[in-house]
């Protein structure tokens, strides 16, 4: 039972994460647009990695779904890691790496079916 209280509370937590920094970089606010401008993406990628990082926050919410979304989710963070190492950020790199253990301990815990 409280492995499914903790898988839980981490689908609301990832979530809700993804949802405010999705929108947040769909209205361009200066905070996330900062992360990215130094890297000098577009803005239309910049919306594509809104649009992915929405997506990945509703297909977590959907049993059928939960492990593509955490995949996506992954995926993402990976990305953003790429691009702090490519530009030579190695201590922002290794902040991701909690945020990329997230997603794998979901799925390893799975969706909780109370």
Excluded: R
Aim: proline share 4%; no cysteine.
């Amino acid at each position: 039972m409280t492995i499914k209280i903790i898988s839980g509370i981490l689908i609301l937590v990832t979530v809700f994460l993804n949802f405010k920094h999705g929108w947040a970089m769909l209205k361009a606010k200066p905070e996330e647009v900062a992360l990215f401008a130094k890297w000098n993406l577009s803005k239309t990628t910049l919306n594509i990695l809104a649009w992915l990082t929405l997506a990945g926050g509703l297909l977590i919410i959907f049993p059928e779904t939960f492990v593509g979304g955490n995949i996506l989710n992954a995926a993402l963070i990976l990305v953003i890691m790429g691009f702090h190492l490519k530009y030579k950020e190695n201590k922002a790199a290794a902040m991701e790496i909690p945020f990329l253990l997230i997603p794998l301990v979901m799925i390893y815990l799975g969706y909780p079916t109370f």
